[in-house]
Nanobody
Framework: QGKLVESGGGLVQAGGSLRLSCAASGMTFSNYAMGWFRQAPGKAREFVFSINWSGSSTNYASSVKGRFTISRDNAKNMVYLQMNSLKPDDTAVYYC????????????????WGQGTQVTVSS
């Protein structure tokens, strides 16, 4: 059974940076597209960024364009989300998820989810 564990969240001032990591186990990592989603207080969980199996193609939400980047290391079974120029609106719990297809088909089609990591951006 696949397992995803996020780390790297924390409290940061607006304009700062964080790098989130997601460690995968119990799955053939290179067979999955990986994505990051986030859920702010009182809001629905939303898509942030995704990356295909090889890392050659990505999709992202317009709200993070030019500020966030995604990468993966298939040798280490890791996916990363580099977040720069953070804004208070980026405050949320960030989740990584795995889907066998890319582009990812939607949250309900993701096969595995992590438990989330809190990111708080102060103004």
């Amino acid at each position: 059974q696949g397992k995803l564990v996020e780390s790297g969240g924390g409290l940061v001032q607006a304009g700062g940076s964080l790098r989130l990591s997601c460690a995968a186990s119990g799955m053939t990592f290179s067979n999955y597209a990986m994505g990051w989603f986030r859920q702010a207080p009182g809001k629905a969980r939303e898509f942030v960024f995704s990356i295909n199996w090889s890392g050659s193609s990505t999709n992202y939400a317009s709200s993070v364009k030019g500020r966030f980047t995604i990468s993966r290391d298939n040798a280490k079974n890791m996916v990363y989300l580099q977040m720069n120029s953070l804004k208070p609106d980026d405050t949320a719990v960030y989740y990584c998820a795995a889907d066998r297809q890319f582009p990812m088909r939607g949250q309900d089609k993701c096969e595995f989810w992590g438990q989330g990591t809190q990111v708080t951006v102060s103004s």
